[in-house]
């Protein structure tokens, strides 16, 4: 079983700035891809920022919507990714969720964390 966790949501005023963190545990051999999706009230989730291992250096993806304000990173030793979100907007309002693809023990699964809640005040 692999579990993620999500930490360092909280509420922030407009142009601010938080940083969110994902630590993966369980049987994991390696993960392939890390990620950043974001939920409104209303809406489909959405991805805000993706990490995938590269053959020379990792390969990055954001949204025009944050693209220039947040950015994602990984450690890969403590199997956590993080998302640095600068220059909030109240439309970044949301709950934010982790999710990864992962080889473990057991084959590759892709896993979700539980979510963070995010709120931009204006």
């Known amino acids: 079983q692999v579990q993620l966790v999500e930490s360092g949501g909280g509420l922030v005023q407009a142009g601010g700035h938080l940083k969110l963190s994902c630590a993966a545990s369980?049987?994991?051999?390696?993960?392939?891809?890390m990620g950043w999706y974001r939920q409104t009230p209303g809406r489909l989730r959405e991805p805000v920022a993706d990490i995938t291992v590269g053959g020379v250096r990792d390969i990055t993806y954001y949204p025009q919507s944050v693209n220039g304000r947040f950015t994602i990173s990984r450690d890969n030793a403590k199997n956590t990714v993080y998302l640095q979100m600068n220059s909030l907007k109240p439309e970044d309002t949301g709950v934010y969720y982790c999710?990864?693809?992962?080889?473990?023990?057991?084959?590759?699964?892709?896993?979700w964390g539980q979510g963070t809640q995010v709120t931009v005040s204006s």
């Open positions: 369980g049987s994991i051999i390696s993960i392939s891809r």
């Open positions: 999710n990864a693809d992962i080889l473990t023990t057991s084959g590759k699964s892709s896993s």
